[in-house]
């Protein structure tokens, strides 16, 4: 795809003017109007500069010179780069001073990467055998009537909240080909809604959705809160994030399995 397509879609997705960029980036209107039609080819400090106010993820940077005709600047190595020591010792350290609640580490994909000892304990207690294959999806495990599933005693309104989510938190707010995947194999499973298969982002997400899990005839009660790493210069650090529950009742926060770790 040429540059100028590229930046007309970032600022579709932003809903910014060729005006409004041009100003913030300090060049023209006519300039960005000539770049998007092919009249005008953009430096490459320029490119980095109107991706900088489009708020373009790293990734999609690296596609932006790349369309320019400008090589990539930023690595895509992740946490198995020679010099992401310092960030996987960050995301160790905050998984271990978040017990004894639980807390993930997931990829751009909804992947689990890594948890602490209370994440563990708890969806072991929850699935028992069947989480024998792994940590898995977060997605895919919310949905699967084999995985987490048959334990969330609020599922039709937590799945729809998390499916909302997916779509909202896309990188770049886009949902790319990976990501359509995902959704279409979650929204496969027996069950859901036809009306989910359509993302609603007219209704406003509610500022906490507990969700409650129940086995054994014992319920406990948790809501999250998503950490992102700060001006990362790797495309696959952008992406991480560590998805940390919380308790929502006392109950949950004394009693649930991995709680009295500490």
Do not use: C
Request: proline share 7%; charged share 25%; hydrophobic share 45%.
């Amino acid at each position: 795809m040429a540059i100028g397509e590229l930046l007309r879609h970032w600022r579709g997705v932003r809903s910014v003017s060729q005006l409004a960029l041009a100003l913030e980036a300090q060049t023209t209107a006519r300039h960005v109007s000539f770049i998007e039609t092919g009249r005008s080819q953009p430096s490459r400090a320029m490119v980095l500069r109107l991706a900088r106010v489009l708020d373009v993820p790293v990734r999609e940077r690296n596609q932006l010179l790349h369309a320019a005709g400008y090589a990539p600047i930023y690595s895509e190595a992740g946490l198995e780069a020679d010099d992401a020591a310092l960030v996987k010792s960050a995301l160790q350290r905050m998984l271990a001073v978040h017990e004894p609640y639980p807390a993930v580490v997931l990829d751009r994909y909804w992947n689990i990467v890594d948890r602490n000892e209370a994440a563990r304990a708890f969806f072991g207690w929850l699935m028992g055998e069947r989480a024998d294959g792994g940590p898995g999806n977060l997605v895919l495990n919310f949905f699967d009537p084999d995985r987490l599933r048959p334990y969330i005693a609020n599922w039709d309104e937590a799945a729809e909240v998390l499916l909302q989510r997916v779509h909202r938190e896309a990188v770049g707010g886009v949902p790319d080909a990976r990501t359509t995947a995902l959704l279409d194999e979650a929204l496969a499973f027996p069950g859901v809604p036809p009306a989910w298969r359509v993302p609603d982002f007219g209704r406003p997400l509610l500022p906490v959705v507990p969700v409650r899990f129940r086995r054994d005839g014992r319920t406990f009660s948790y809501f999250s809160a998503v950490t992102t790493l700060g001006t990362p210069q790797d495309a696959m650090l952008q992406e991480i994030r560590v998805e940390s529950l919380y308790p929502a009742d006392a109950e949950t926060a004394s009693a649930a399995p991995g709680a009295g770790s500490r």
